[in-house]
């Protein structure tokens, strides 16, 4: 460990360095605003760090904002913005890292964007979207108050390696925090459930109770998930989306805990939106949530969860800040374009493709798709996932394809082998190139669904952006 | 060439619950498939944990990969499976064994940390855990006689390092990547007709050839040498395209140099700590 800032008098020299550290990111930032380069959301933390590797230990230690960090594989991103929308309703100022940036250099971007020439910070909260690999580094400087995890799925093993390793990891992570912080997890994953039974820290669960949805067995093979304890198949009573659900193992009788947030009643809205019941501490709750799906309903109630650690949970507050919630960007995001419709979807991992794949099939019409992905940091190198997306369920109502990015070849090849036929797909690698030849394809009154990584779907958007068809990152 | 009357493989699929983690259900999907665009029946017989198949039954046998925790699983399973399982072998039944199931198709795999996994032993290989995972894309040059050389392209994530005795070859050498154990340059493992690797990717999609030498094997193993194909060559050709472009992706990948940003990155590390530079640090 290196010395901690606060553990001793700074030198004028370490002060020096912290504030030349703050300055150049900030610079940065404001450099990559004025020349439209994508908002700058890694690279002031980038260069922050590169002069005083501390910055972010020193800004988090110094603020006197409650701090939660948000990791785990699906839904940091929508569970994050409701969180911060609950949080502001009830007048806390929140500092975030809102745009998906989630890795070291991310996290310390929001920490040099909100922190003034001192190293202080104004925020209420500090929220942050934490990836699951830099929970490991990042958790240690930031010392957080709350830590929630949402879910682990198979997702960017060759990232992280192993799916229980990853537990562990995050594991070590929840055991280091002190007995007054608390730690949000989903009851429902039976991975997360398992984490950190000997933290002193608070532990808070949140799932589902509603009988009448989900199935009697996990759908997909690569959904299995096995007793964390014992190995033992594990029986679910019932299962809500891919291995969340109310589980118990046969072999050891360790079951899904009690739970602290419950959802007892889901209901899809003729608006698209969905109407849940949800027991929390600090009573019963009816949300109406402009988000399709019972993943948002899990989101909903991670949020609910993490506002009640946070000690920021109003019910009838609550309840206004999550009906006036926005899907985040490439959410199924609606997007005009010249009198043209694009609903644009990030997908990642098997889990959330399906998930999307389910929502756009219930959509009526023809499909013109635009499918594209990129091997980066990111996006990882591996898309072997991409086997295991319901693609098959989607080739029939295709009517047009364009398949894009630096892995084109191989979002093609999957394609091919799901059905579609290779002579009426475009294999178009540049993102500029294949949304025109994508939109030349679509009617004016048929929309054009896009599915991408995370690169190239914040690519589509810069053009889009370009275009005056969407507003940038930072203004979201 | 092909034969009028209808022809039909038998897939035994293993443990398709345990071992689905990164998309190897491709791999079965490249296979029937390709058997379907050419008019060859195909039937799949799924045989998960407790389940022991009719091996005598199945021309083409596929064992896919899992984590050490589910890998422990199939283990304990194989014992009821591995006689029949290497009867089969030895009658020319034709394996495709991917990362965990390479590893129990070898005598043993030892984790770091962990007791050992004993394997089947079909195949004259043993793994050791290593504290590094061999993550990246990986391409192997491949002559399984016949039709010639080969590249075999695709991803490995694995920290078993496998080393093989005098009874098993390497399925091809390594171009780039690490393979079997970083160290010998060799991938994968050969035996009769069991075809190993630490390729997923997953593999057959993008190796067509291999995919189709399996389908040839398989097609011989149940109809034997009269009148049935004994080389790729009397398969009816398909039109390869997509996976001539995937194949030639997967290869380049393989073959780039480091990446640009992680050789700025280690270079900017340098001079940050002080540690002088790569030439002098060696």
Same mark, same amino acid.
């Given at each position: 460990?290196?010395?901690?800032?606060?553990?001793?008098?700074?030198?004028?020299?370490?002060?020096?360095?912290?504030?030349?550290?703050?300055?150049?990111?900030?610079?940065?930032?404001?450099?990559?605003?004025?020349?439209?380069?994508?908002?700058?959301?890694?690279?002031?933390?980038?260069?922050?760090?590169?002069?005083?590797?501390?910055?972010?230990?020193?800004?988090?230690?110094?603020?006197?904002?409650?701090?939660?960090?948000?990791?785990?594989?699906?839904?940091?991103?929508?569970?994050?913005?409701?969180?911060?929308?609950?949080?502001?309703?009830?007048?806390?100022?929140?500092?975030?890292?809102?745009?998906?940036?989630?890795?070291?250099?991310?996290?310390?971007?929001?920490?040099?964007?909100?922190?003034?020439?001192?190293?202080?910070?104004?925020?209420?909260?500090?929220?942050?979207?934490?990836?699951?690999?830099?929970?490991?580094?990042?958790?240690?400087?930031?010392?957080?108050?709350?830590?929630?995890?949402?879910?682990?799925?198979?997702?960017?093993?060759?990232?992280?390696?192993?799916?229980?390793?990853?537990?562990?990891?995050?594991?070590?992570?929840?055991?280091?925090?002190?007995?007054?912080?608390?730690?949000?997890?989903?009851?429902?994953?039976?991975?997360?459930?398992?984490?950190?039974?000997?933290?002193?820290?608070?532990?808070?669960?949140?799932?589902?109770?509603?009988?009448?949805?989900?199935?009697?067995?996990?759908?997909?093979?690569?959904?299995?998930?096995?007793?964390?304890?014992?190995?033992?198949?594990?029986?679910?009573?019932?299962?809500?989306?891919?291995?969340?659900?109310?589980?118990?193992?046969?072999?050891?009788?360790?079951?899904?805990?009690?739970?602290?947030?419950?959802?007892?009643?889901?209901?899809?809205?003729?608006?698209?939106?969905?109407?849940?019941?949800?027991?929390?501490?600090?009573?019963?709750?009816?949300?109406?949530?402009?988000?399709?799906?019972?993943?948002?309903?899990?989101?909903?109630?991670?949020?609910?969860?993490?506002?009640?650690?946070?000690?920021?949970?109003?019910?009838?507050?609550?309840?206004?800040?999550?009906?006036?919630?926005?899907?985040?960007?490439?959410?199924?995001?609606?997007?005009?374009?010249?009198?043209?419709?694009?609903?644009?979807?990030?997908?990642?991992?098997?889990?959330?493709?399906?998930?999307?794949?389910?929502?756009?099939?219930?959509?009526?019409?023809?499909?013109?798709?635009?499918?594209?992905?990129?091997?980066?940091?990111?996006?990882?190198?591996?898309?072997?996932?991409?086997?295991?997306?319901?693609?098959?369920?989607?080739?029939?109502?295709?009517?047009?394809?364009?398949?894009?990015?630096?892995?084109?070849?191989?979002?093609?090849?999957?394609?091919?082998?799901?059905?579609?036929?290779?002579?009426?797909?475009?294999?178009?690698?540049?993102?500029?190139?294949?949304?025109?030849?994508?939109?030349?394809?679509?009617?004016?009154?048929?929309?054009?669904?896009?599915?991408?990584?995370?690169?190239?779907?914040?690519?589509?958007?810069?053009?889009?952006?370009?275009?005056?068809?969407?507003?940038?990152?930072?203004?979201? | 060439?092909?034969?009028?009357?209808?022809?039909?493989?038998?897939?035994?699929?293993?443990?398709?619950?345990?071992?689905?983690?990164?998309?190897?259900?491709?791999?079965?999907?490249?296979?029937?498939?390709?058997? &379907?665009?050419?008019?060859?029946?195909?039937?799949?017989?799924?045989?998960?944990?407790?389940?022991?198949?009719?091996?005598?039954?199945?021309? !083409?046998? !596929?064992?896919?990969?899992?984590?050490?925790?589910?890998?422990?699983?199939?283990?304990?399973?194989?014992?009821?499976?591995?006689?029949?399982?290497?009867?089969?072998?030895?009658?020319? &039944?034709?394996? !495709?064994?991917?990362?965990?199931?390479?590893?129990?198709?070898?005598?043993?795999?030892?984790?770091?940390? &962990?007791?050992?996994?004993?394997?089947?032993?079909?195949?004259?290989?043993?793994?050791?855990?290593?504290?590094?995972?061999?993550?990246?894309?990986?391409?192997?040059?491949?002559?399984?006689?016949?039709?010639?050389?080969?590249?075999?392209?695709?991803?490995? #994530?694995?920290?078993?390092?496998?080393?093989?005795?005098?009874?098993?070859?390497?399925?091809?050498?390594?171009?780039?990547?690490?393979? #079997? #154990?970083?160290?010998?340059?060799?991938?994968? &493992?050969?035996?009769?007709?069991?075809?190993?690797?630490?390729?997923?990717?997953?593999?057959?999609?993008? #190796?067509?050839?291999?995919?189709?030498?399996?389908?040839?094997?398989?097609?011989?193993?149940?109809?034997?040498?009269?009148?049935?194909?004994?080389?790729?060559?009397?398969?009816?050709?398909?039109?390869?395209?997509?996976?001539?472009?995937?194949?030639?992706?997967?290869?380049?990948?393989?073959?780039?140099?480091?990446?640009?940003?992680?050789?700025?990155?280690?270079?900017?590390?340098?001079?940050?700590?002080?540690?002088?530079?790569?030439?002098?640090?060696?």
């Amino acid at each position: 460990m290196r010395g901690v800032a606060a553990d001793r008098q700074a030198t004028p020299a370490e002060r020096l360095r912290f504030a030349l550290a703050l300055a150049a990111g900030k610079g940065t930032g404001a450099a990559g605003r004025l020349l439209n380069v994508g908002g700058g959301t890694s690279l002031p933390g980038a260069v922050a760090r590169r002069i005083d590797p501390l910055v972010l230990q020193k800004v988090a230690s110094a603020s006197t904002a409650r701090k939660a960090m948000i990791t785990g594989s699906n839904g940091k991103t929508t569970t994050c913005r409701m969180l911060a929308a609950i949080a502001r309703n009830v007048g806390v100022s929140v500092a975030q890292n809102r745009t998906g940036s989630n890795l070291l250099h991310g996290v310390t971007s929001v920490a040099v964007r909100e922190a003034d020439m001192r190293g202080r910070m104004d925020a209420g909260l500090l929220l942050l979207e934490v990836d699951e690999a830099t929970m490991r580094r990042a958790v240690p400087e930031v010392v957080p108050d709350v830590i929630l995890v949402t879910n682990i799925f198979r997702d960017q093993l060759d990232r992280f390696g192993e799916l229980y390793a990853m537990a562990r990891m995050l594991e070590a992570a929840v055991e280091t925090l002190p007995p007054r912080a608390a730690a949000v997890l989903n009851g429902d994953d039976p991975l997360v459930a398992s984490l950190a039974r000997h933290a002193v820290a608070r532990r808070l669960y949140y799932g589902l109770r509603v009988p009448d949805a989900g199935t009697d067995v996990p759908e997909h093979a690569a959904d299995t998930i096995r007793c964390v304890r014992c190995l033992h198949a594990l029986d679910y009573r019932r299962v809500y989306l891919s291995h969340l659900g109310d589980y118990e193992c046969p072999g050891c009788g360790s079951r899904r805990p009690d739970l602290d947030v419950a959802v007892t009643e889901v209901r899809s809205s003729p608006t698209g939106g969905t109407d849940a019941t949800i027991e929390t501490p600090a009573g019963t709750m009816r949300v109406h949530v402009p988000l399709p799906g019972l993943h948002n309903v899990y989101n909903t109630a991670a949020a609910l969860a993490g506002a009640f650690a946070l000690e920021t949970l109003d019910p009838a507050s609550a309840q206004s800040a999550l009906a006036g919630l926005r899907p985040a960007f490439g959410r199924l995001e609606e997007i005009k374009a010249d009198g043209r419709l694009i609903i644009l979807s990030f997908v990642k991992n098997p889990t959330s493709y399906n998930a999307t794949l389910r929502m756009i099939l219930q959509r009526p019409g023809p499909k013109h798709v635009l499918a594209a992905h990129s091997n980066t940091p990111v996006d990882g190198e591996d898309f072997a996932w991409l086997w295991d997306v319901d693609l098959e369920d989607l080739v029939p109502d295709l009517t047009s394809l364009v398949v894009s990015g630096t892995r084109a070849e191989e979002v093609a090849l999957r394609l091919k082998y799901a059905g579609a036929d290779p002579a009426r797909m475009r294999v178009i690698p540049g993102r500029e190139a294949a949304l025109d030849a994508a939109l030349a394809r679509v009617p004016p009154d048929e929309p054009l669904y896009i599915l991408a990584g995370y690169t190239p779907m914040r690519e589509f958007r810069r053009i889009m952006q370009r275009r005056g068809w969407v507003p940038p990152f930072w203004e979201e | 060439m092909e034969q009028a009357a209808p022809r039909t493989v038998r897939i035994c699929h293993l443990y398709p619950k345990l071992f689905s983690v990164a998309g190897d259900r491709g791999n079965l999907r490249a296979l029937t498939s390709r058997c &379907a665009w050419r008019g060859i029946g195909y039937s799949v017989d799924e045989a998960d944990v407790g389940v022991v198949p009719d091996f005598t039954e199945a021309d !083409l046998i !596929l064992l896919h990969g899992g984590q050490d925790t589910e890998m422990r699983v199939a283990a304990r399973d194989l014992g009821t499976k591995a006689g029949p399982l290497r009867e089969a072998i030895e009658g020319g &039944a034709v394996v !495709l064994a991917v990362c965990a199931g390479y590893q129990l198709l070898g005598k043993y795999y030892a984790p770091v940390g &962990a007791p050992p996994i004993t394997g089947t032993g079909v195949l004259d290989a043993i793994t050791e855990g290593g504290s590094t995972r061999f993550i990246g894309h990986i391409a192997v040059a491949c002559d399984l006689g016949g039709d010639g050389q080969h590249s075999l392209v695709g991803f490995e #994530n694995h920290s078993g390092r496998t080393y093989l005795g005098s009874g098993a070859t390497p399925l091809g050498r390594v171009i780039t990547g690490s393979g #079997n #154990n970083g160290e010998d340059g060799n991938e994968g &493992a050969r035996y009769r007709d069991v075809y190993a690797t630490y390729l997923h990717g997953p593999v057959l999609p993008k #190796n067509p050839w291999l995919t189709d030498h399996l389908i040839s094997r398989a097609l011989l193993h149940r109809y034997g040498q009269l009148g049935a194909p004994d080389s790729v060559a009397s398969l009816a050709s398909l039109a390869d395209q997509t996976e001539s472009e995937a194949h030639a992706a997967a290869l380049r990948l393989a073959c780039r140099p480091a990446g640009k940003w992680r050789a700025v990155m280690a270079a900017g590390k340098q001079l940050a700590t002080g540690k002088g530079t790569a030439w002098t640090s060696r």
